[in-house]
């Protein structure tokens, strides 16, 4: 199956650190070129170096996922450098977790601009080329959240199912030609919980990932299983996370 990972071009979003650095080096050391997008360009350029230091082919366009021309420059960066885009990976994500009565009005719009629209930007960019080529396959990272519903995710959730709604849609709509896969972490041991602003979920949130949260590597080999399959066969949702995860 790797060999089907060979050549293939993939953009990838919030390609920085957590779970879209460590796809980035994977698919890369199974012979895809990479180009990596993020807001952090210091840390983009020694992730490109790095992979290159081990033969692998990477590239990277800073992209804030906000908005929709971050991403078409994305994209179309891609198919300028390499003549296509084979897969896309909408990672990037944002967490504020709290109480919907806090009313934290701020974090929500943060949640819906980078986790549902920052995806559905990503997949209209990429779409007219998958059209074009006749080809194409998008990897959204989801969550668990939105498969477990619990307090203090409410709004976290909705963006992640929203997500989830959308895909199922588009499976459908399409003819086959352009798939799309959905990947559901759960506990992974990333920087995620650095952003978020409530202290009290925060330390417990980081508590969880301490004790349980399995390697992001975990992650980068579910996307390598989906995108390495035939071209009539789609892998449509994978649920990854720590064997002790309620």
Known sequence: MMQNIKGKVVAITGASSGMGKAIAIELAKNGAKVVLGARRTEQLQELVEEIKSKGGEATFVQTDVKH?????????????????????????????????????????????????KGVLYGMAAAIPIFKQQQSGHIVNIISTSGIKIVPMQGVYAGTKNAIRTIAEAFRQESNGKIRITGISPGFVKTDFANNIKNEEVKTAIQKGMEQIAIDPIAIANAVIYAISQPDNVEIGDIVIRPSKQN
Do not use: C, Y
């Not at 960066?77 to 990976?89: A, N, P, Q």
């Open 68 to 116: 929709k021309t971050g991403l078409v420059r994305l994209v179309n960066t891609t198919v300028e450098h390499s003549g296509k885009l084979d897969v896309i990976v909408n990672n990037a994500g944002v967490s504020q977790l709290s109480r919907i009565d806090e009313l934290d009005i701020d974090g929500w719009e943060e949640m819906i601009d980078i986790n549902l």
